[in-house]
């Protein structure tokens, strides 16, 4: 099964097409393959040194930060250390040391101590530290340019032009009309819930969060291109083996689905790009089918998730910060 769930990567036509037309998503997907390995090692420094660089070098993963934040937890991560893996059955497992570690807390210095930990300081200092270096250094060179065009461009970008989302015909037809600052940011508000709705459900179950992280992320953001999918299926072999969905049925309907409803959009696509046809308001509805199609396959990974290596946490007694 691990053999099968990595051909899903290295011979996936979306991955070596995406791949070498000139496009850098693999590099990205192997730094936050390279952080995962980190953190399953313990070198938490390492891991936070590749993950600020990985965001300068694509905004993205920064969606990645609170659930990294919320497994280096002090009953797991020890200072040297290689955290222990154990497998994840249920959710019980995961919040039982929680509880008790709420229980035992003596005050609200206790409980500081126990929510801002090395770990957590460590990483997201090194990592704030190196994206700011990376980020500063080429403001230097490129000033206001790099800085519009890397990061603040993100958060108000308005793209007429038609794609997988489901704003862009909304923007299309309001291409004229000047976006306020807080229209351009509303869009993010159904993304954001959805985001932490994943996050403090299964944090504890890092790549599988990371996971469904991705794929929500994509699925909800304004603007959606095919290069994108590539951010998820490099962390797709990660979680198949721990997945009880049978290749048969339900993971042959899975692919059926999501790969007809984007044929789909690319038959409505076609006939607005190459033929000329008016068929915006196609083209938005298979935009619906499509967010639809990846809601489903979220829901689908979910309910046949059966357990994934985790970081086993340790008894109070044997704790030490």
């Known amino acids: 099964m691990c053999l099968y769930s990595v051909m899903v990567w290295l ?4 991955t070596f097409t995406i791949g070498t037309r000139g496009n850098c998503e693999p590099i990205v997907c192997a730094m936050i393959l ?4 980190c953190l399953i090692n313990g070198n938490v420094v390492q891991a936070a040194i590749w993950y600020g660089l990985v965001v300068h070098f694509r905004i993205y993963p920064i969606i990645y930060a609170l659930p990294i934040i919320l497994v280096l937890d002090p009953h797991s991560f020890q200072s040297g250390q290689k955290p222990c893996l154990v497998n994840w059955k249920s959710s019980k497992d995961n919040t ?4 008790k570690g709420v229980s035992e807390v003596d005050g609200v210095w206790t409980a500081l101590k126990t929510i801002f930990t090395r770990g957590r300081i460590m990483f997201a200092m090194v990592s704030g530290s190196v994206f700011i270096l990376c980020t500063g250094l080429f403001f230097f060179l490129y000033r206001w340019e790099f800085l519009n065009e890397a990061l603040l461009y993100h958060l108000t970008r308005t793209d007429p032009r038609h794609n997988f989302s489901i704003y862009f015909y909304h923007i299309y037809l309001h291409v004229e009309h000047e976006f306020s600052v ?4 509303i869009s993010f508000l159904p993304q954001l819930i959805v985001q932490l709705v994943l996050i403090f459900r299964f944090a504890q179950d890092l790549l599988f969060c990371l996971f469904l992280q991705t794929v929500a992320f994509v699925a909800f ?9 590539v951010w998820f299926f490099c962390l797709l072999p990660l979680i198949l083996p721990w997945s009880k969905m049978k290749l048969k049925w339900e993971g042959l309907s899975c692919v059926v689905l999501w790969m ?3 044929t789909h959009w690319l038959l409505w696509g076609y006939l607005l790009e190459f033929k000329g046809k008016n068929v915006f308001l196609q083209l938005w509805l298979a935009g619906l089918v499509f967010l639809a199609a990846n809601t489903f396959l979220l829901i689908m990974f979910i309910r046949h998730h059966r357990y994934s290596a985790r970081i086993q946490t340790v008894s109070a007694s044997n704790f030490r910060e």
């Open 221 to 229: 953001n304004k603007v959606i291109t095919a290069q994108y999918f």
């Open 96 to 99: 039982s040391y929680s509880r």
């Open 182 to 185: 807080v229209e351009k940011l």
């Open 34 to 37: 390279w952080i995962i390995i």
């Open 11 to 14: 011979l996936n036509p979306f």
């Open 260 to 262: 007809g409803a984007q």
